[in-house]
């Protein structure tokens, strides 16, 4: 079983994703790699719950906030393709994620969730994790904490421009901080 270490190359994963247009497509961690972008992998446990959407919007909103970090973010559940295209169809105010600004990939199978170790047997669905990797591939930063608590997207943007510094920032550090 793969294990992730930060530090470490993060194990590479391709995985079937709806993306904004509502087209088919894939997402490669490779193809990340190669173009030299930091990557930010989500993983939830399910579409059309209560927390999810909540934290996936919230992402969705600050997108551009990502891409003016040279960061790409895909958030990855167990449910298929046809699931998601029918979440990104609906209204927010219904629990959905219309206006998504990133894809949304498919690991029916538990696989990449697996080599992630974010993936629940017992419910055969992800815990909620998030992972920053940078342009060479290695994982930088990991989180995986219970599904009733959604992520910050404040404390996300922080730790990828923490770690994009390159140097030592104390706790607190905002960007524009000195670092140690």
Not at 26 to 35: E, G, R, T
Not at 47 to 52: E, I, P, Q, R, S
Request: proline fraction near 5%; glycine fraction near 6%.
């Amino acid at each position: 079983m793969t294990v992730c270490i930060v530090g470490k190359k993060a194990p590479l994963f391709e995985v079937d994703a709806v993306f904004p247009n509502g087209k088919d497509g894939v997402v490669s961690l490779a193809q990340n790699i190669k173009n030299n972008i930091w990557t930010v992998v989500i993983f939830y446990p399910k579409d059309f719950t209560k927390v999810c959407p909540t934290e996936i919007t919230a992402i969705s909103d600050r997108y551009d906030e990502f891409e003016d970090l040279e960061c790409t973010v895909v958030a990855i559940s167990t449910d298929s393709i046809e699931t998601h295209k029918k979440w990104i169809a609906t209204p927010r105010y219904e629990n959905g994620v219309e206006n998504l600004q990133f894809p949304l990939g498919s690991d029916t199978d538990g696989i990449v969730s697996r080599l992630y170790n974010v993936y629940n047997e017992e419910e055969k669905k992800s815990l909620r994790g998030l992972f920053v990797i940078n342009p060479e591939g290695e994982l930088q930063y990991l989180t995986v904490f219970h599904n009733n608590v959604g992520r910050d997207v404040d404390e996300t943007l922080r730790v990828l421009q923490a770690l994009q510094t390159g140097g030592l920032c104390p706790a607190k550090w905002r960007p524009g901080d000195e670092l140690l």
